[in-house]
């Protein structure tokens, strides 16, 4: 991890068609009332969705499967950021852009539909976010947090 930051962004992941697996695509633009430009949750209530590569590690261990950034549907793929640690209201910068955590997982009686082989981690890790400064992210970029 890059010294003087709280995370690293390990994956920019997109998809075309809701339902479908998104793929990391390795950088994007995040853009206010939109989210992540080009993919299919762009404009939705929750513009933005992290989910920590620790998580998902964890998981294929238990499982005894393999999933690459943005196979549980996040955007953002990071590590070495304590998304536990995460209440609503936190900032992130991230590259140019600015994030303000809205929700951590998912209200139980929302639907969620997307599963990999079975799985779904965004419900109950995934961190939901809206973008309040826009910008590039890309792999690579380190993350801040600042309390909101």
Not at 135 to 141: H, L, N, P, R, S
Request: glycine residues 14%.
């Amino acid at each position: 991890m890059a010294e003087g930051c709280d995370g690293v962004v390990v994956g920019v992941c997109m998809s075309e068609k809701r339902g479908d697996p998104k793929k990391n695509v390795g950088s994007g633009f995040l853009q206010p009332g939109v989210g992540l430009v080009g993919d299919s949750h762009a404009g939705t209530a929750k513009e933005i969705s992290i989910l920590s590569r620790e998580s998902v590690e964890r998981l294929c261990r238990e499982k005894g499967i393999s999933a690459e950034p943005g196979f549980f549907a996040e955007n953002i793929s990071t590590r070495g950021i304590d998304t536990a640690s995460l209440v609503r209201g936190s900032l992130l910068e991230i590259g140019r852009a600015k994030l303000e955590v809205m929700q951590i997982g998912k209200d139980p009686s929302e639907a969620h539909t997307y599963q990999y082989r079975g799985y779904s981690l965004l419900p109950s890790e995934g961190v939901f976010c809206r973008v309040v400064e826009g910008g590039e992210i890309k792999v690579g970029d380190k993350i801040l947090k600042k309390e909101g």
